[in-house]
Every structure is written in C-alpha cells, then in structure tokens.
C-alpha cells in the first residue's frame, strides 16, 4: 500500500471514529434529557404496611451547630426527609425545591436534608463551604456515622421520605423531586394526620 492510501485509511477510520463518538454522545445526551423530564413517582408504603402504618425509623444526626438531634424530636409537623452529598447532581437540582418549600411552608413543616458524610469523597467542611456558596436558607443536617443511612437502607442518593406528624412514613421518592412531586408527598404527609 502507499503512503497516500495509507493516509486516507488512517484518516477516514479518525472519521469514523469521531462520527461515532459524536453520535454516542448525543443520544447518552437525549436519554439524559428524557429521563429528567420523567415525573418520578411519589410510592406510598405497601398495602400490608399500611395498615399498619410504617413507623419512621428514628436516627441522631448533627446540626450545623455540631449539637445532636434525633428525627424523632422533629415529629409534631409532617417531615420532608432527604438524603443527598454535594456530589450528587440530582440532589443539587433539587435543591430550589427544598428552598421554596422552606419559604413557603417552614412554619408548618420540617425540612431535614440529612448529608452523608464520608470523610472522603464528602467532608463536614466541604458541604459547609458548599452550602454557604449559596443563597439557601434551609437547615442541613449531617449523618457522620452513617446510622441514618443505614436505618433507611440509602443505598443510592437522593432519597427522599414524607413523614406525617405522628411519625408514620406515608411516602417515599427515589431519584430527582420536581416541584409537582415535592407537593404530592407534602399533600400525603398533611392528610395522613
């Protein structure tokens, strides 16, 4: 073969190449698209516990502040209880929501964004200088010892429960809220009580 058949072939195989990786990338791109446009659904407990009713697992956690809370000194007002890192884009496009919800309704409702520290990929000091960085007023709670994690079995992020004022929860949302899921869970939440 000579050098110029050689060239082409080389070239037109860079093309193929570049072809390829560029439609690849666009339909990872369109799958994305479409699945943050999906309303993730907002499941109440089974039946069988429903009758029941799933009583929320209680759990400690820190404050901003350092000082130890349980969930369970937050019953009395339906919980919005999420799990998320600063990692996570989904939880960070969440976050408005959490916001809105805050200013809306911060009297009647408790907002616990429970953040899962690791030591590593995710620090206390990190998600501080996170948090800051942004015009977010509502509180964040932080899980250093991975109980609640465990005691709610997060195995993916975020994670969100709706917990009427009793303590019971009455949904539950894995995956990105939106602004109508958000207010589903809410609604399940206050009608429970």
């Known amino acids: 073969?000579?050098?110029?058949?050689?060239?082409?072939?080389?070239?037109?195989?860079?093309?193929?190449?570049?072809?390829?990786?560029?439609?690849?990338?666009?339909?990872?791109?369109?799958?994305?698209?479409?699945?943050?446009?999906?309303?993730?659904?907002?499941?109440?407990?089974?039946?069988?516990?429903?009758?029941r009713q799933q009583q929320a697992s209680d759990f400690t956690m820190q404050d901003m502040n350092g000082n130890e809370v349980r969930l369970s000194?937050?019953?009395?007002?339906?919980?919005?209880?999420?799990?998320w890192t600063t990692w996570c884009p989904s939880c960070i496009t969440e976050m408005p929501y959490f916001e809105q919800l805050h200013n809306e309704m911060g009297d009647e409702i408790h907002i616990i964004k429970v953040?899962?520290?690791?030591?590593?990929?995710?620090?206390?000091?990190?998600?501080?200088?996170?948090?800051?960085?942004?015009d977010y007023t509502f509180p964040i709670y932080f899980d250093t010892s991975m109980q609640a994690s465990r005691a709610y079995g997060i195995r993916s992020i975020p994670r969100t429960?709706?917990?009427?004022?009793?303590?019971?929860i009455v949904a539950m949302v894995q995956g990105t809220l939106n602004e109508q899921t958000m207010q589903n869970g809410i609604e399940m939440a206050f009608e429970n009580h």
């Open 1 to 51: 073969m000579n050098k110029k058949l050689q060239v082409l072939l080389v070239l037109l195989i860079l093309t193929m190449l570049l072809v390829i990786a560029t439609i690849s990338y666009n339909l990872l791109s369109n799958m994305e698209s479409i699945a943050d446009n999906l309303l993730p659904a907002v499941d109440s407990v089974n039946e069988e516990e429903s009758e």
């Open 73 to 83: 000194d937050f019953f009395g007002k339906p919980i919005v209880l999420n799990f």
């Open 115 to 134: 953040n899962l520290i690791d030591g590593q990929h995710e620090t206390r000091e990190h998600v501080e200088s996170f948090f800051q960085s942004r």
């Open 161 to 168: 429960f709706f917990i009427d004022a009793d303590g019971y």
